[in-house]
Structure formats: C-alpha cells, structure tokens
C-alpha cells in the first residue's frame, strides 16, 4: 500500500532561519505530489503541487519544492521563514490515475520572532 | 476560485442522534468528493470518497452503515453520522475534486463534531 512519510513531526525555527521539511513516499508508479499547509484555526490550502515537468516547483509565500524520483522524496524548502510560517504542513500523494489523496502525518513548524 | 464550504462549522449533541454535514463546491463542479477525519494533534484519514450519482467508496475500517454519504448533486455532498457516541467526536473536513484538476483537491473548512 502506498504510503507518505514525514520525518519531522516537530520544528523550532527562529524568523530568517530556513527550512526543510522531508517527505517520502512509497509507490513505484507515476504520482502527483502536493504541499498542503494548515494555519492555526484554518482549513488546509494548497502550497504548491507537481504534476510533471520541472521537478523544482515554487510554490505561494515563497515555498518551493524538489522532486528527486531516485529517492521517491518531495521535500519542501523555504529559505528565510517568518513568524506567519507558524503551520502544520502536510505531504500528500496520489497515484496519477487516481484522486485518492494518502498524506503524511504531518509537520508542526514553530517559528519564533 | 475552487472554494469548499462546510455546514454546520461545529455542531454538539447528544449520544445516540444523528448528524448531518454538508459539503458545497461553490463555484465549480465537483465531480468526486472526498470525506476525512482528523483527530487532534494528527493528520487527515480518508474516510471514503463519493462519486455524484453513485455509492460511495469507504475505506477499509470505516462504517458504511454508521457514516452515510449521499452525493447528490455535482455541487453537494451531505455526510450523516447515525446514532452518534462520543468516540465519533471529532474533526470532519470534506474536500471536492474535478476531472481536470489532475488529482488535486480543494478542502473545506471542516466540521467539528462533539458527542456529549
């Protein structure tokens, strides 16, 4: 079965740091590989997505992303945060034929100011 | 554009009722819609997806009989949660796709369920 791992349940970041949060995910075939993010008290949003194509991938508020298909990884980046950063951020996968969204356990993000 | 909405945002009641969720796509057509379940502090399992028109798909574990979906239109989906017990409390969030959207899925606010 498929699955999403994020490896970092917790992070502590001071403003300005940057960030990388990892995802891997298990699943041989073709897939699409999504960002979701969840402000406090607010419902998911997109952060950014890959279809095809280019496996860099920039996303809204700065974030970007990097396929590496060698690795089965889509670890997302930012290279200063800011305090507004302060989120959960889910991974999430689902095979190209597919809907059926399978998401990582997510990421708290802290940033103090 | 793409926007989810949810109702009720919170709902409470009693053990042994039912509850009724609904989920609009409010300015597209939602050609498959998706119901998850968050638990505090955790991510979002997939409870089952639903196709207008048709039954819907559970996940393995989930109770069909106990978590009833009806998608009737390509613009609603209702979830109703039968003779609700206070480990059904939750957080409920719906999300909607379309079949040119490659997958992606646009979520609602969510629904926070509470069973005294």
């Known amino acids: 079965a498929q699955s999403v791992s994020q490896h970092n349940h917790h992070v502590i970041l001071s403003e300005a740091a940057s960030l990388e949060l990892g995802c891997n995910y298990s699943?041989?075939?073709?897939?699409?590989l999504f960002w979701y993010v969840q402000y406090p008290g607010q419902h998911l949003q997109l952060l950014l997505k890959?279809?095809?194509?280019?496996?860099l991938v920039k996303g809204i508020k700065g974030f970007e992303a990097e396929f590496i298909k060698s690795k089965f990884s889509f670890n997302l980046r930012k290279p200063s945060v800011q305090w507004s950063d302060t989120a959960e951020y889910f991974c999430?996968?689902?095979?190209?034929?597919?809907?059926?969204?399978?998401f990582g356990s997510g990421t708290r993000l802290l940033v103090r100011p | 554009g793409a926007v989810v909405s949810q109702h009720p945002s919170w709902v409470i009641c009693k053990s042994g009722t039912s509850v009724k969720i609904e989920c609009r796509s409010l300015?597209?057509?939602?050609?498959?819609m998706f119901w998850y379940r968050q638990f505090p502090k955790q991510s979002l399992m997939l409870m089952a997806t639903s196709n207008e028109g048709s039954k819907a798909t559970y996940e393995q574990g989930v109770e069909k009989d106990k978590f009833l979906i009806n998608h009737a239109s390509l613009t609603l989906s209702t979830l109703t949660v039968t003779s609700a017990h206070p480990e059904d409390s939750s957080f409920y969030i719906c999300?909607?796709?379309?079949?040119?959207?490659?997958?992606?899925?646009?979520f609602g606010p969510g629904t926070r369920l509470t069973v005294l």
């Open positions: 890959y279809f095809s194509g280019d496996p």
């Open positions: 999300s909607a796709g379309t079949s040119g959207s490659f997958g992606e899925q646009f």
């Open positions: 999430a996968v689902n095979e190209y034929s597919s809907y059926k969204l399978i």
């Open positions: 699943y041989g075939g073709t897939v699409n």
């Open positions: 300015d597209f057509q939602a050609t498959t």
